[in-house]
């Protein structure tokens, strides 16, 4: 589903990603951990186009990430970036709507079946979501990623400002979405407590090299290596 080979990222003269490589499997839940200024929201943002590589590819599905593919691999990705994205003085459900008819064939009915996703009770569907918790924000940006039934999606941090309550809820929509769907996740983070509980594949970056790739050790990632390695490359 995801292929980053030879990937390098110079901001300023600064080099942000350094030759980066590693494959994520279709249906797979991928963490990409490390301190802040390891590399990872930049990785993200170069897998999603928004940042131009320096050197190397990356490659959706087979398709290679450039300014003339966007067309081609956002069909099948969502992500949510930094935060969640809309309009505060619209509802859950009118964001939502916005965002089904950016798509020429997605049913209304769809915007009923992400709300039932989320578990987003009716007193909260005509809600402006302005006046929603920090959870449900972040609940909503993943579920308007999910409007249009991506094979991938990529989120950034999405628990790093919330509660163990809102966190947990979050994360068990992203368990149930790539169980009864299949969809791939890539998650950046530094919530390690995470990471046992959903992740089939974890990497680890410091200063924007790969530290460690999961699937390369052949180690399950339930074990204790990837929390060594971890706490290695960050002392």
């Known amino acids: 589903m995801l292929k980053v080979k030879n990937s390098s990222v110079v ?6 990603l350094d030759n980066l490589s590693f494959t994520v499997q279709s249906g797979s839940i991928c963490y990409i951990l490390g301190h802040n200024g390891s590399g990872k929201s930049t990785l993200l943002k170069a897998i999603l186009g928004i940042t131009r590589l320096s050197e190397g590819n990356i490659y959706l599905n087979d398709i290679d990430v450039n300014p003339y593919s966007r067309l081609q691999f956002l069909t099948f990705t969502g992500a ?27 049913p209304y009915s769809r915007i009923n079946y992400i ?29 308007i990623a999910f409007m249009h039934n991506p094979r991938i999606i990529l989120l950034d941090e999405p ?50 090299q790969l ?24 002392s």
């Not at 901001?11 to 942000?16: K, V």
């Not at 994205?85 to 798509?103: A, C, Q």
């Open 115 to 143: 709300l039932d996703l989320m578990s987003c009770p009716v007193a909260l569907q005509d809600r402006s979501c302005k006046y929603l918790s920090m959870g449900w924000k972040q609940r909503l940006g993943v579920g």
């Open 80 to 106: 949510m970036i930094e935060k969640a994205s809309f309009y505060g003085h619209l509802t859950i459900r009118e964001n939502l709507d916005i965002v089904r008819r950016y798509y020429n064939d997605i």
């Open 11 to 16: 901001i300023n003269r600064n080099l942000i």
């Open 159 to 208: 628990t790093s400002t919330l509660d163990p309550e809102a966190a947990a809820s979050l994360l068990m929509l992203v368990s149930n979405m790539n169980y009864e769907h299949k969809t791939t996740f890539v998650i950046s983070s530094h919530q390690l407590t995470e990471v046992n509980n959903l992740a089939s594949q974890v990497i680890i970056l410091k200063e924007g």
């Open 211 to 234: 530290a460690f790739d999961s699937s390369v050790t052949n180690e399950m990632v339930k074990s204790t290596l990837w929390q060594d390695v971890y706490q290695k490359v960050n």
